[in-house]
């Protein structure tokens, strides 16, 4: 049964975190995915109130089988199992979301710089083209007046 606990306990945090992150979702995930957005959202809510049952029944199953203080005690070891599994999950999966947003934002970065390359060379051609026929124009008119 402690077995079960400890996957209960990590599935209550891994619902809190996606709960979070439905709140303060990425950036990119804002911008291009807003029907997610709104999905994690409604799925986070759900599993939040199916998770305040189980809570209740957990809370009933332990002070009528060990006690009213087995409760406090599942509520200690929880927080530590929350701690210790945000400090190396969690820290990941954030690090991997701040990584692909930053090659996002230099992916964007190179787009509009190469878009305003070819802007400027397209510029400079035109600016090339007309200069010859000037150039010739002046020519053509010196002769004529000569």
Do not use: C, H
């Not at 709960?19 to 409604?42: H, T, V, Y």
């Amino acid at each position: 049964m402690s077995g079960d606990l400890g996957r209960w306990m990590g599935a209550v945090s891994d619902i809190d975190n996606a709960e979070k992150q439905a709140k303060n979702p990425p950036l990119f995930k804002k911008l291009f995915d807003k029907n997610s957005i709104e999905q994690a959202a409604i799925q986070a809510f759900s599993a939040k109130k199916k998770l305040e049952e189980q809570r209740y029944e957990l809370k009933m199953f332990l002070n009528m089988t060990y006690g009213p203080g087995a409760y406090s005690d599942l509520l200690a070891m929880e927080g530590q199992i929350r701690k210790q599994r945000q400090e190396m999950v969690y820290k990941q999966q954030k690090m991997r979301q701040q990584m692909f947003e930053v090659i996002g934002w230099i992916f964007l970065g190179f787009l509009v710089l190469g878009f305003i390359g070819i802007i400027a060379m397209i510029w400079s051609d035109r600016a090339k083209a007309i200069e010859p026929f000037n150039t010739q124009n002046s020519f053509i008119i010196r002769e004529y007046n000569d």
